[in-house]
């Protein structure tokens, strides 16, 4: 077994570099060209992209970003999230987590914004590692997400005369110890609240239909968690709802819709729920501005009494034990 290190690279999707116009407009300048995320032909795209969205988009995502920013480091929420993953991970790599042999160096990147994929690829390969494991932290595979993060590794890899070899982490969707770290993260978020809900949506960030109409499976892998959620909690589908959120633009997306299954709830008599987002490793600016903020006001305005936005898995000790778990399993013949 060779006695270089091997890499992690832990990747999340991305923020901007300020909560500022022309900051969130290049964060979203970046993301919204990716042709994973928008599927339409860029001489149809381009033009609405830069004089329409572009103009109007940023200012609103700002507005919303300067609500959760985290002012002490100066950046979004998602990033220091993942930053203490990454750094939660190394220190267990440290004592030997991974393998007592071979050594494991962790670092983390983001698709859109800074940290780069290319710039951690390189720090890994300035460190010396032959070998080098790239991890998506979206638990359910969409192409406008794990096959983007692909994309860009490749794209960097191209430009290398010698190459590591690599891996791409699989999606864990369905991964019993997923399932039960959701479970036990809804339990004591569930039971520390001074209300029962009497209705619990789980919300994925929606997909445009057309791009599951191409074959995307990523429909099909959040059935699949919140069914499993559904049995690891006991409850049954009419208590444990499944909703997508994050429609963008005027095109038919996966549904039912967040927003829609809220304020109809609110408006047929409902008056306690919450919502958890069990496809997102860290919570971030859907999370805690969508749903803990903009959902929330819905549902009280349409009369709905109490809400409540449970907390992803984040840096927790049931969070690191996921990714723990996926990293180990792919190392597998790399680490002893």
Request: aromatic share 8%; hydrophobic share 40%; charged share 25%.
């Amino acid at each position: 077994m060779s006695a270089s290190p091997v890499g992690v690279l832990l990747v999340n999707l991305g923020t901007p570099s300020g909560a500022d116009y022309w900051s969130v407009r290049r964060f979203l300048r970046e993301f919204l060209s990716d042709p994973r995320v928008v599927e339409l032909p860029p001489p149809l795209w381009r033009p609405l992209l830069e004089l329409v969205v572009l103009t109007i988009r940023p200012r609103r995502s700002a507005t919303a970003y300067r609500a959760i920013w985290n002012e002490e480091r100066d950046e979004g929420p998602l990033k220091t999230i993942t930053r203490a993953q990454a750094e939660k991970l190394a220190a267990r790599a440290e004592i030997g987590a991974f393998g007592e042999t071979t050594p494991v160096v962790v670092d983390f990147a983001m698709r859109y914004g800074g940290p780069s994929i290319e710039q951690k690829l390189e720090a890994l390969r300035e460190r010396g590692c032959a070998r080098i494991l790239v991890a998506p932290l979206y638990p359910q595979y969409a192409a406008s997400t794990t096959a983007s993060v692909a994309d860009e590794v490749f794209r960097t890899l191209r430009r290398w005369r010698f190459q590591p070899a690599l891996r791409i982490a699989a999606p864990y969707f369905d991964d019993p110890i997923y399932v039960d770290a959701l479970a036990a993260s809804a339990r004591a978020q569930l039971a520390a609240l001074d209300f029962e809900p009497d209705v619990v949506l789980a919300s994925f960030h929606g997909l445009p239909q057309a791009q599951i109409d191409r074959g995307d499976p990523y429909r099909r892998h959040c059935e699949t968690t919140v069914e499993l959620l559904r049995k690891a909690l006991g409850m049954a589908a009419e208590r444990l709802r499944l909703t997508f959120q994050s429609r963008f633009g005027r095109t038919q997306w996966t549904g039912p819709y967040t927003a829609t299954v809220v304020q109809e709830l609110a408006r047929s008599g409902v008056k306690r729920i919450a919502i958890l987002t069990p496809g997102f490793s860290a919570d971030c600016l859907e999370t805690l501005e969508e749903i803990g903020v903009e959902l929330h006001h819905l549902f009280l305005s349409n009369g709905g009494e109490k809400y409540a936005r449970l907390d992803c898995l984040n840096d927790s000790e049931d969070g690191l034990l996921v990714i723990e778990t996926v990293v180990r399993r792919e190392l597998a013949g790399w680490v002893k």
